[in-house]
């Protein structure tokens, strides 16, 4: 099995028609396996727990911070570079969230990638000095942002996250993601 980024090749399962296996050709197909690692940045706002988010395009397709593993890098310092970068934000990780795996095709490619996710607090920074790679970047009530993103897969994660975040009052909440505080 290859290594982050690294090309495998698997037999062609189209039966060779463009389009089916990737590579428009009879027989094997290239597939290469991107690695890629991200977060789920919470805090403790005026509107309860909230989760930034980054988008693109007009209206925003609201996603999650992440970005490609680099060679040495381990997924944890990926994750935390990648969401500072695309935020703005200075980050604590807290601990892993889990997984997401999907397929695209890129330039006749097929691209099997998967991204690690880490729920994270935010420790200082602001959003308005996001990177290039997204439009916007925006703090949005947890339930808020549940509902605008664009990914289920990601959308899975941010519950996960959830729970990190219990309303003020409940036996979780001195745990909560507030600054200097660690969640469960």
């Known amino acids: 099995m290859p290594g982050a980024g690294g090309v495998e090749r698997v037999a062609g399962r189209g039966g060779g028609l ?3 296996d990737g590579a428009g050709v009879r027989g094997k197909s290239r597939v290469v396996r991107d690695v890629s690692a991200g977060g789920v940045i919470v805090r403790r706002g005026p509107r309860g727990c909230e989760v930034a988010l980054v988008g ?3 209206p925003p397709r ?3 911070p992440k970005g490609t593993v680099e060679a040495g890098e381990t997924l944890e310092h990926a ?3 990648e969401a500072q970068e695309e935020t703005g934000l200075r980050v604590r990780l807290l601990r892993q969230l ?3 795996q999907y397929w695209f095709v890129l330039r006749g490619v097929r691209h099997h990638k998967t991204v690690h996710f880490f729920l994270m607090e935010a420790v200082g920074g602001d959003i308005e000095h ?3 790679e997204n439009d916007v970047a925006a703090w949005f009530p947890i339930d808020e942002a549940l509902a605008v993103m664009a990914f289920p897969n990601e959308v899975e994660i941010v519950r ?3 729970e990190a975040c219990a309303p003020a009052g409940s036996p979780a909440s001195d745990s909560s993601a507030a600054p ?3 969640p469960g």
């Open 180 to 182: 200097g505080a660690r």
């Open 62 to 64: 609201w996603g999650l």
């Open 18 to 20: 463009p389009g089916r």
């Open 79 to 81: 994750a935390v570079r």
């Open 160 to 162: 996960r996250a959830r």
């Open 98 to 100: 889990g997984d997401i």
């Open 56 to 58: 693109r395009g007009e």
């Open 130 to 132: 996001h990177d290039w």
